[in-house]
């Protein structure tokens, strides 16, 4: 199934994305592998991308690109992120299929046919999933297990693997993908947004042996504000007012309520006023209304503006027959 997968891809281009930060200690032993596993990838090039490195990562980069043509290494002045590295990955990537891949050694770059070999059955998005994972169970597993049941539910894409680097992606699916913050890991859905068909497979997971992980418990926090993101701009990139106007409306039935009861007390009640907050409530519901709707159509014109000053569609084309590219543009 591999060998036949691979043979059907020899027309396509490949991109090894690599991203890379103070890990000088795994590095030749990576090397080793993708040079390993390269001859049987047709046309493979390997952007390995530093990401402001301060220990030896550099100069064994550039010495590995200077053996072998088929590495290419960028290198960012200061550190950027593990998601800017990948976005770099992306824009540098001259392949048709972009394959992501860990430096640490924890993804085995062995299981790149298998990604490919699935891809060939007709999926755009193939994620790894660490299913035997070798993390620490408390530190590093449950936190995942937290966030990834967490963002399969509310962007309506399950997976169990999110944080899982090793992916395989047509180029078509994330090419106007722009990524930003920490935003990696959601690139599946970003794709699904464009049609894409997403899949994933198990693949194998290796204790660390070198360095020291770059993420604890805090991560959860940053998946759970990341997710809010991802599904306002899902839902509502193009109709913001929506979400601002929803709420602007809310707060003023809550502030017309409260204006009422306050009436009714003072009437039925002789309850004076200035003896209940809830003109005070009424009044602040009443200005967070007129705030959310102010917003709204201020977030309609700021979303006009990105798409028309910049030539971007509303939509996503899969294909087209008998239409000119120029009418694509």
């Known amino acids: 199934m591999i060998l036949k997968a691979i043979t059907l891809l020899m027309k396509e281009n490949i991109s090894i994305i690599v991203p890379v930060y103070n890990e000088a200690g795994s590095l030749p032993r990576l090397f080793e592998e993708l040079e390993a596993v390269a001859p049987s990838l047709p046309d493979v090039e390997i952007i390995l991308v530093d990401d402001g490195s301060t220990d030896d990562s550099w ?96 962007s309506g894409v399950f997976l169990h693997d999110y944080g899982c680097t090793l992916k395989a992606y047509k180029k078509n699916v994330i090419k106007n993908v722009r990524l930003y913050g920490e935003m990696h890991r959601f690139i599946p859905i970003y ?23 770059k993420y604890g418990l805090e991560r959860v926090f940053k998946v759970i504000l990341d997710i809010l993101v991802v599904k306002f701009l899902s839902k509502y990139l193009t109709k913001p007012i929506y979400i601002f106007g929803g709420f602007g409306l809310v707060s003023f039935f809550i502030s017309f309520v409260a204006l009422v009861w306050a009436l009714v007390l003072k009437i039925f009640y002789n309850t004076s006023l200035i003896q209940t907050p809830l003109p005070l409530f009424s009044g602040i519901c009443f200005l967070l209304g007129c705030m959310g709707i102010l917003m709204g159509l201020l977030a309609e014109v700021t979303t006009r503006t990105y798409f028309e000053s910049q030539s971007q569609h509303t939509y996503f084309i899969r294909d087209t027959i008998n239409i000119a590219s120029r009418h694509l543009d």
């Open 59 to 154: 100069r064994l980069l550039s010495q590995q690109a200077a053996r072998d043509s088929r590495f290419k290494v960028v290198r960012f002045a200061v550190n950027a992120g593990q998601t800017a590295a990948i976005q770099a990955g992306i824009d540098f990537a001259s392949g048709d299929i972009l394959v992501f891949l860990d430096s640490d050694l924890q993804n085995d770059p062995a299981d790149i046919p298998k990604l490919l070999a699935k891809l060939d059955e007709g999926y755009d998005v193939v994620s790894g999933w660490r299913k035997d994972r070798k993390d620490n169970a408390i530190k590093r597993n449950f936190p995942s297990r937290v966030a990834n049941g967490i963002i399969s539910r509310v």
């Open 191 to 213: 794709a699904s947004w464009q049609g894409a068909r997403v899949t994933e497979i198990p693949v194998r997971h290796h204790r660390r042996e070198f360095g020291c992980s």
